[in-house]
Every structure is written in C-alpha cells, then in structure tokens.
C-alpha cells in the first residue's frame, strides 16, 4: 500500500515538473526549463526503480528533483533563468 502509495506520488511530481517546464518554456526561461525537465526525468525513474529496490535511493533521487527544481525556480527570480 505505501509503496503503491510513494510511485503514484513519484510519477504526480513528474507530471507537476513538466507542467512547470512547459510554462516556464512558453515564458522564454530555456534553463529553467530544462531543469525541470531533468527533475521530471528523475521523478520518473524513481517512480519506476522503487518498487524494484529499497525506498532510500529514490527517495534520494526525489530530493535531488526537488532541490533541483527550486532552484531552477531561484535563478528564474534573481534573472538568469
């Protein structure tokens, strides 16, 4: 149940980052964009590896999309998006 759980929020996320990397895209932020597309990409394989392996290394993953996405979110605010 939490594993069922922890994937259906993995691949919510991946879907969140791309929406965010299609509206920052049509905004003409490109770096930003790509970033989160990379963080979507993460979210995805850890939505596909956790029920294969143990929950800490997507969790792991799913933190380093996070972080990544805020970010990207960061350089979008103070200009260099």
Known sequence: ???ALLVASC?????????IASWL???GFRRAAGAHRAAAVCCLASGL???LQETAVPAVVLAV??????T??????????
């Open 1 to 3: 149940m939490l594993t």
């Open 49 to 51: 590896v956790l029920p």
């Open 72 to 81: 990207s979110l960061r350089a979008v605010r103070v200009g260099r998006g």
């Open 25 to 27: 895209q049509n905004l």
């Open 65 to 70: 999309a996070t972080l990544l996405g805020a």
């Open 11 to 19: 691949f919510l996320m991946a879907v969140l980052f791309l929406v």
